[in-house]
Antibody, heavy 119, light 107 residues
């Protein structure tokens, strides 16, 4: 079955760079039209789409966060990595990865990982 | 970017009620709309896609409709397990923006 799992630090300091990894199973990142999105949710707030990457390496980023985000994949490890630079306390959120198909919506989601930004 | 505006932001209803949540896009999205249900501490769960197509395993009391810029999610007869927060998301163009959510509470 399809599963996704996020991993990374629980706590980061302001100005640091966050690196999150999404490890997938049940599908291959090399399959045509297959992709992974990253979405976050600050405590008590709405979902915010961050970025996605597809098997052909096509990438897209949030307009407001584009300068701080980088998404990449390692197909051999079944992993998608999201980095976010210059972290700030307002970036405290649960970060989710989710599977998507080209031109489509997230259908399977990871459980999410809470990242707190604090000195 | 396409802005997604959900209304209402919160809603109180009783078991058995029929409820409707609206999502309006700032431009036409050609039915490229998904609805999610989220319960506290859990990841969102896909309910509908392509505005009106029910995801496998989702009860038929959930339905979706709309076209162009205006879309609705309807729950025909609320069940206790339906009290949650609901989000719409457009996937017509990147960035794939979400609505701000509708919290459905028990009256």
């Amino acid at each position: 079955q399809v599963t996704l799992k996020e991993s990374g630090p629980v706590l980061v300091k302001p100005t640091e760079t966050l690196t999150l990894t999404c490890t997938v199973s049940g599908f291959s990142l090399s399959n045509a039209r297959m992709g992974v999105s990253w979405i976050r949710q600050p405590p008590g707030k709405a979902l915010e789409w961050l970025a996605h990457i597809f098997s052909n390496d096509e990438k897209s980023y949030s307009t407001s966060l584009k300068s701080r985000l980088t998404i990449s994949k390692d197909t051999s490890k079944s992993q998608v990595v999201l980095t976010m630079t210059n972290m700030d306390p307002v970036d405290t959120a649960t970060y989710y990865c989710a599977r998507i198909l080209w031109g489509s919506y997230p259908d399977y989601w990871g459980q999410g990982t809470l990242v707190t930004v604090s000195s | 970017d396409i802005q997604m505006t959900q209304s209402p932001s919160s809603l109180s209803a009783s078991v058995g009620d029929r409820v409707t949540i609206t999502c309006r896009a700032s431009q036409g999205i050609s039915n490229s709309l998904a609805w999610y249900q989220q319960k506290p501490g859990k990841a969102p769960k896909l309910l509908l896609y392509a505005a009106s197509r029910l995801e496998s395993g989702v009860p038929s009391r959930f339905s979706g409709s709309g076209s162009g810029t205006d879309y609705t999610l309807t729950i025909s007869s609320l069940q206790p397990e339906d009290f949650a927060t609901y989000y719409c998301q457009q996937y017509y163009s990147t960035p794939h923006t979400f609505g701000q959510g509708t919290k459905l509470e028990i009256k």
